[in-house]
């Protein structure tokens, strides 16, 4: 089944351009946002729930299952972007999509992002995939900010004009060197003893900080 390929392999979502979202809130998130679905499984209209849930990735089988075409996802830039570089959970990324939703940003992945159409990360978008725009690194804007964990002016100072892009790190190696030296660096000052943020704490501070300064 098309369904279960797209549901469990990164591959097939590549190869067709499509991919599968369980549950109603995700499904009504595509709808309110006016995208169709390819395909809608639902349980006891077209299909069986007992088939249904040997589809389904989730503990509770969900009861709707809906195939969309990642081309009908937003793709406009936005002002201001979340570029993410190299993070490899899925939960973290699905986060940060979510996150530049609240905040009006758009979300750039590298290569070697964890897929943001796989299930983990759909679900920790909660519906934002189908408002957010979703670029490539090469479509980022010429001015950056790389949050670094030390060593960069405090984010309350930060010039944070738009458009720009703020770049974020994988979880264990942060940002390359290069990139950080073509960047405005800017650190998020820690009061306690941790010795730095989770990935999706400091995009979220980040962006709350532009927020705040346009409120």
């Avoid at 729930?49 to 830039?77: C, E, F, M, Q």
């Avoid at 070697?112 to 796989?118: H, Q």
């Avoid at 738009?162 to 974020?168: G, S």
């Amino acid at each position: 089944m098309l369904a279960q390929k797209l549901l469990r392999q990164a591959k097939s979502r590549e190869e067709t351009g499509l991919f599968a979202c369980e549950g109603e809130d995700l499904v009504s998130a595509a709808e309110a946002a006016g995208i169709d679905p390819v395909e809608l499984l639902v349980a006891d209209e077209n299909i069986a729930p007992k088939l249904l849930a040997s589809v389904s990735t989730l503990p509770h089988p969900a009861r709707v299952i809906g195939v969309y075409r990642r081309s009908d996802l937003p793709s406009r830039s936005r002002d201001v972007t979340l570029a993410l570089w190299r993070l490899a959970d899925p939960g973290n990324v699905g986060t940060l999509i979510r996150t530049a939703d609240a905040f009006g940003a758009g979300v750039a992945l590298s290569e070697g992002c964890a897929d943001p159409l796989g299930p983990k990360a759909l679900r920790a978008t909660a519906g934002a995939v189908f408002r957010v725009p979703l670029t490539g690194w090469d479509e980022l804007p010429a001015r950056r900010v790389a949050l670094v964990a030390h060593g960069g002016d405090s984010l309350a100072e930060a010039d944070l004009a738009a458009p720009f892009a703020f770049l974020v790190g994988s979880e264990r190696a942060g940002l390359p060197e290069d990139f950080v030296a073509q960047s405005h660096k800017v650190t998020i000052p820690l009061q306690g003893e941790a010795e730095s943020l989770n990935v999706a704490a400091a995009g979220a501070i980040a962006l709350y900080e532009l927020a705040r300064r346009s409120a």
